[in-house]
């Protein structure tokens, strides 16, 4: 059973109806079952529909829908022998970025991603996916580790932004985005980075200046949260569609505007709906990114990083 | 500098001198009152408490470059309003304003010139112009102001203020992180020092990109500095900030910056970094 977003409130209605047909003393009847029938291609229809015409407000609610997969799902989903690797060195381990090495079908990978957590207690332990300094020096460590050894670094992205607070400030949340944007951009190996769910500015980039830059249907990817630009903008939060309209903040328009270079397309009405068959399209896809380019030399896959990154604008 | 650039500099300075608003500047720290005179003359530093008010780019260049002598990099050419962007105004129209109450194209402009006889070319980032917040136009000054230096084969020098990404400019405000990141690693394989100063304010993606990559990193004194707003900490965490935080100071006693300067001093400082950093490149 999902949790209804506010605007999939018609289908839910008529999901409850269904429900309500098949409790009924009658339930098994055959006018029972051609009514529950009808309404459930009525549903589906309506779920098809909406899903294909979801604006950019709605797809930012798709994306944070606390069902969706998170990265320890792809993991456990497409990525075998998984070895979690821990710490910066420095400070402390961030649970708000995961990473390790494992492997995709037989290719050896680094893996590195936001976890958002899924229940309370994992929440505050992935402090909701928004990293702290730390989190982003163990990303330069691990990617650092990868180049070394040559291992191609996957990035799965799905923050609402790097954490803001006194202790982040000060041990230097600015300088560790910074520098591990630079990691990314620096690495000898591939990199394939996919948003998954939301990539929220600063805290989204420092792990997806990569090669190939893969995005699902409903994710979003923005400058700053629609939220946040619309109190700053409009000076009230309540402009957040708004925002959202405004800054393009879809996979559509991100691949019209050269930031993605591959939409991932998700099961009918999300990921959420059918989590398996969303892994399985996210791993192949990333797959096929990793093969394209698996032959190429160092120089060249940070030459054409480069260029890409130069040249968007 | 040509005879044009001189003029062109020169004559808003006394068209605001000759208004009487602008006979006395008010001190936003201590509140008194100084000569307006006075206030330019000493480098738009505060005489009574030292406060560093904010100055554009024609100030900085002026108070930087050799006898005031330098060439503006022309500003290159990117897409205007790539989103067709509007929220209570259109982003054009914002754009139009800045560019009347500035005079510039957009919020990072480039000189080249010597600061004591070291050749540079620097980047001042106007925190007047939106925000001086960073989109195409940033991004790609920033590139430029790169690119002239290893042509010069001289430090690029850029004095960072901004409130942070350009917001209406969406994503591609984002990409200019990686952008300025590529043309820093450029830089550095041509060996040339990349010097960061950071002015009041500088936050958000600025900070968290071209702002925290310097080879050497300097602030001037009191310069707020930081990647999250106060407002967005404050709410985030519900307490108080302490005293000073993100402050140029502050961040110097948590190991983010290599000094703090006094604008009188930075002339000097820059010149002595110089000579230790790119030996040899002193112009003829
Ligand atoms: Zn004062």
Excluded at chain 2, 79 to 102: N, V, W
Excluded at chain 2, 227 to 237: K, N, P, S
Aim: charged residues 25%; proline residues 5%; aromatic residues 6%.
């Amino acid at each position: 059973m999902v949790a209804y977003l506010e605007f999939e409130k018609p289908i839910a209605e008529l999901q409850a109806r269904i429900a309500e047909l098949r409790s009924t003393a009658d339930a098994g009847s055959l006018d029972i079952e051609s009514e529950v029938s009808k309404l459930e291609a009525k549903s589906d229809k309506l779920l098809r529909d909406t899903y294909a015409k979801l604006t950019p407000w709605q797809k930012t609610q798709v994306a944070r829908h606390p069902e969706r997969p998170h990265f320890k799902d792809y993991v456990a989903g497409f990525i075998s022998d998984f070895m979690p690797l821990a710490g910066d060195r420095a400070f402390a381990d961030d649970q708000a970025i995961i990473g390790g090495l494992g492997r995709l079908g037989d290719r050896k990978v680094m893996v590195i991603g936001h976890e958002k957590g899924d229940d309370t207690a994992s929440r505050i332990r992935h402090n909701f996916g928004m990293a702290k300094p730390e989190g982003y020096r163990k990303a330069i460590r691990l990617m650092e580790l990868a180049d070394r050894f040559g291992l191609p670094v996957v990035s799965l992205v799905d923050t609402s932004g790097a954490f803001p607070g006194i202790q982040a400030e000060e041990r230097g949340q600015a300088e560790a985005i910074a520098r591990s944007t630079e990691a990314c951009l620096a690495l000898g190996v591939p990199m394939v980075a996919a948003v998954v769910g939301e990539g929220g500015s600063g805290g989204a980039i420092a792990v997806a200046a990569a090669n190939s830059v893969l995005m699902f249907e409903h994710a979003v990817y923005s400058v700053i949260s629609p939220e946040g630009c619309a109190s700053i903008l409009w000076r009230t939060g309540d402009k957040a569609a708004e925002a959202a309209e405004a800054m393009k903040v879809t996979a559509a328009d991100l691949q019209k505007l050269g930031v993605v270079d591959r939409v991932v397309a998700e099961p009918v009405g999300g990921a959420h709906r059918d989590p398996a068959a969303a892994i399985a399209a996210l791993g192949a896809a990333i797959g096929e990114e990793l093969d394209k380019l698996a032959a190429k030399k160092p120089t060249t896959l940070r030459a054409a990083r480069r260029d890409k990154f130069l040249a968007i604008g | 500098m040509s005879w044009l650039d001189s003029v062109r500099k020169k004559i808003p300075f006394i068209a605001k001198r000759e208004s009487p608003d602008n006979l006395w500047h008010k001190c936003p720290s201590c509140q008194q009152m100084i000569f307006a005179k006075e206030y330019e003359e000493n480098l738009s530093v505060c005489p009574k408490c030292g406060h560093h008010g904010r100055i554009g780019p024609d100030a900085r260049f002026d108070q930087l470059f050799d006898g005031g002598v330098y060439t503006l990099l022309p500003a290159p050419q990117v897409r205007e309003d790539p989103l067709k962007f509007r929220d209570s105004k259109r982003y054009t129209d914002r754009m139009k304003e800045a560019r009347a109450k500035t005079g510039e194209q957009d919020a990072l402009i480039n000189a080249r010139g010597t600061i004591e006889g070291f050749k540079a070319v620097v980047g001042v980032q106007d925190f007047a112009f939106m925000g001086g917040s960073m989109g195409l136009a940033v991004g790609a000054a920033f590139v430029a102001g790169v690119q002239a230096a290893i042509a010069d084969q001289c430090p690029y020098v850029i004095f960072t203020a901004a409130g942070g990404a350009r917001m209406q400019e969406g994503i591609l405000s984002l990409m200019q992180m990686p952008k300025t990141t590529v043309a820093i690693a450029q830089l550095r394989e041509a060996g040339l020092p990349y010097i960061v100063v950071m002015t009041d304010p500088t936050t958000g993606g600025v900070t968290a990109s071209y702002a925290m990559l310097g080879d050497i990193q300097i602030a001037e004194p009191g310069a707020l500095i930081g990647f999250a707003g106060q407002r967005v900490i404050e709410q985030t965490i519900r307490e108080k900030l302490p005293e000073g935080f993100q402050r140029a100071e502050y961040l110097l006693e948590h190991g983010m910056l290599d000094m703090v300067v006094k604008r009188h001093d930075l002339r000097a400082e820059l010149a002595r970094l110089i000579d230790y950093l790119c030996p040899g490149k002193k112009a003829a």
